[in-house]
């Protein structure tokens, strides 16, 4: 087998609980008497985070004693699942390069996104018989949703959610990142179209660039581990 659903379910649990503790964490923070909020309320996320990994655990205030602590816990929990997430994008990076490599070439293709779509592929390699069908298959397809004179398109619901959210993930890379993405999304905004249909419409580019690079027919079979 090509890819193991083990990693990609590890990564999501730890990619979920490494937001937990970020939220716990700037919560805490926010939360923090005055005189204490006040020395990291400037800070970026990542100073405040370095330096609660260097916290001591004893101080003459047993309140931001506890407080210190805790936060050196949470510090300490966001790093080791980074750590996680770091490693297991290492171990996906090689197999998907070696059997996709123009995937991971992607603008906001990455590992993990890599590793959900070709997922969600080897699992219905029989469904796979056009990029039209693949698009259906990530949830990408538009659904008429149109009314009177007004013409228009909705979200797809159906299809793979872990593929789905993966073309999201990309989708929103680029719109951030990428000049050409952003003047699209520039374009369409002053067309009257608004944030979700443009992200509708790049859902689909996105899934037909991913086909066009990947040539998913008689390819997939080996794709899913049992």
Same mark, same amino acid.
């Given at each position: 087998?090509? $890819?193991?659903?083990?990693?990609?379910?590890?990564?999501?649990?730890?990619?979920?609980?490494?937001?937990?503790?970020?939220?716990?964490?700037?919560?805490?923070?926010?939360?923090?008497?005055?005189?204490?909020?006040?020395?990291?309320?400037?800070?970026?996320?990542?100073?405040?985070?370095?330096?609660?990994?260097?916290?001591?655990?004893?101080?003459?205030?047993?309140?931001?004693?506890?407080?210190?602590?805790?936060?050196?816990?949470?510090?300490?929990?966001?790093?080791? $699942?980074?750590?996680?997430?770091?490693?297991?994008?290492?171990?996906?990076?090689?197999?998907?390069?070696?059997?996709?490599?123009?995937?991971?070439?992607?603008?906001?293709?990455?590992?993990?996104?890599?590793?959900?779509?070709?997922?969600?592929?080897?699992?219905?390699?029989?469904?796979?018989?056009?990029?039209?069908?693949?698009?259906?298959?990530?949830?990408?397809?538009?659904?008429?949703?149109?009314?009177?004179?007004?013409?228009?398109?909705?979200?797809?619901?159906?299809?793979?959610?872990?593929?789905?959210?993966?073309?999201?993930?990309?989708?929103?890379?680029?719109?951030?990142?990428?000049?050409?993405?952003?003047?699209?999304?520039?374009?369409?905004?002053?067309?009257?179209?608004?944030?979700?249909?443009?992200?509708?419409?790049?859902?689909?580019?996105?899934?037909?660039?991913?086909?066009?690079?990947?040539?998913?027919?008689?390819?997939?079979?080996?794709?899913?581990?049992?």
């Amino acid at each position: 087998r090509l $890819l193991s659903r083990g990693l990609g379910d590890v990564y999501k649990r730890q990619a979920h609980d490494r937001v937990e503790a970020i939220n716990q964490f700037k919560s805490m923070m926010f939360r923090a008497p005055n005189g204490f909020r006040d020395v990291f309320s400037t800070k970026t996320f990542r100073h405040q985070l370095n330096a609660a990994v260097r916290f001591r655990t004893s101080y003459d205030d047993l309140v931001e004693q506890e407080l210190r602590v805790a936060l050196k816990m949470l510090a300490q929990r966001i790093r080791f $699942l980074e750590g996680q997430i770091t490693d297991i994008e290492a171990r996906l990076r090689p197999i998907i390069a070696e059997h996709f490599p123009a995937l991971l070439g992607l603008h906001g293709v990455g590992p993990h996104s890599a590793a959900q779509l070709l997922v969600a592929a080897g699992d219905n390699a029989d469904r796979l018989h056009s990029e039209a069908a693949f698009a259906k298959l990530c949830g990408a397809c538009p659904q008429p949703a149109s009314s009177g004179k007004t013409v228009r398109f909705r979200l797809d619901r159906g299809g793979s959610r872990n593929a789905n959210r993966a073309l999201y993930r990309i989708v929103i890379v680029r719109m951030r990142h990428d000049d050409n993405t952003r003047r699209y999304v520039t374009r369409r905004l002053a067309e009257g179209k608004t944030k979700a249909e443009i992200i509708r419409c790049l859902k689909r580019f996105v899934a037909r660039e991913i086909w066009l690079s990947c040539r998913f027919r008689g390819s997939c079979g080996g794709l899913a581990a049992g």
